[in-house]
Antibody, heavy 119, light 113 residues
Framework: EVQLVESGGGSAQPGGSQRLSCAASGFTFNTYTMTWVRQTPGKGLEWLSY????????YYADSVKGRFTISRDNAKNSLFLQMNNLRVEDTAIYFC????????????WGQGTTVTVSS | DIQMTQSPSSLSASLGDRVTITCRSSQSINNYLNWYQQKPGEAPKLLIFAASSLQSGVPSRFSGSGSRLSGGRSGTDFSLIISSLRPEDFATYYC?????????FGQGTKLEI
């Protein structure tokens, strides 16, 4: 079964850090471009970052550039998002998602993990 | 960044109706336009990629189209069409461009009974 499972969510204080993980199974992880997307409560989807299958190309949305770092470990079929200098507005459900070809949509999604930033 | 504008933001329809949701990009995206369906408490699900290609396993009542400019260049207007609404289709739909990063989403269209 094709599956992505996020973990690492929880509560954090403004200015704090959180590291999200995403474990992949059921597909050839090292052929997939991986993406992080978030959704604030009751709101729409926000694309955050992607990393190509080899990790050679990375992009970030302006809203997280300089604060968040995406990485992957193909040997462990895992994707990560290191979130530093968290803000209240980073409170959201964070999804990892994958695509065999990044032009052709995100065809594998995790169930999401919730991050709450408050003092 | 490329801006994606969906309309309408919400839509009321009945079982069996044909509905169209539109998405406009702020610049040409070479038909790298995807559609997702999201139900409450669930992750989004890819329905259509590259403007008109049906994702494997998605019912054929879903279809997508894009506009063409004169000379064959891809346009900026896209549509998701559901030919005959079923109960399981009531959800929120998002478009997304994957032409250039950041791969921006539209704001969503909530389809209600």
């Amino acid at each position: 079964e094709v599956q992505l499972v996020e973990s690492g969510g929880g509560s954090a204080q403004p200015g704090g850090s959180q590291r999200l993980s995403c474990a992949a199974s059921g597909f050839t992880f090292n052929t997939y471009t991986m993406t992080w997307v978030r959704q604030t409560p009751g709101k729409g989807l926000e694309w955050l970052s992607y990393i190509t299958n080899t990790g050679s190309i990375i992009y970030y949305a302006d809203s997280v550039k300089g604060r968040f770092t995406i990485s992957r470990d193909n040997a462990k079929n895992s994707l990560f998002l290191q979130m530093n200098n968290l803000r209240v507005e980073d409170t959201a459900i964070y999804f990892c998602a994958g695509s065999l070809h990044y032009h052709y949509g995100l065809d594998v999604w995790g169930q999401g993990t919730t991050v709450t930033v408050s003092s | 960044d490329i801006q994606m504008t969906q309309s309408p933001s919400s839509l009321s329809a009945s079982l069996g109706d044909r509905v169209t949701i539109t998405c406009r990009s702020s610049q040409s995206i070479n038909n790298y336009l995807n559609w997702y369906q999201q139900k409450p408490g669930e992750a989004p699900k890819l329905l259509i990629f590259a403007a008109s290609s049906l994702q494997s396993g998605v019912p054929s009542r879903f279809s997508g189209s894009g506009s063409r400019l004169s000379g064959g260049r891809s346009g900026t207007d896209f549509s998701l069409i559901i030919s005959s609404l079923r109960p399981e289709d009531f959800a929120t739909y998002y478009c997304q461009q994957t032409y250039s990063a950041p791969h921006t989403f539209g704001q969503g269209t909530k389809l209600e009974i």
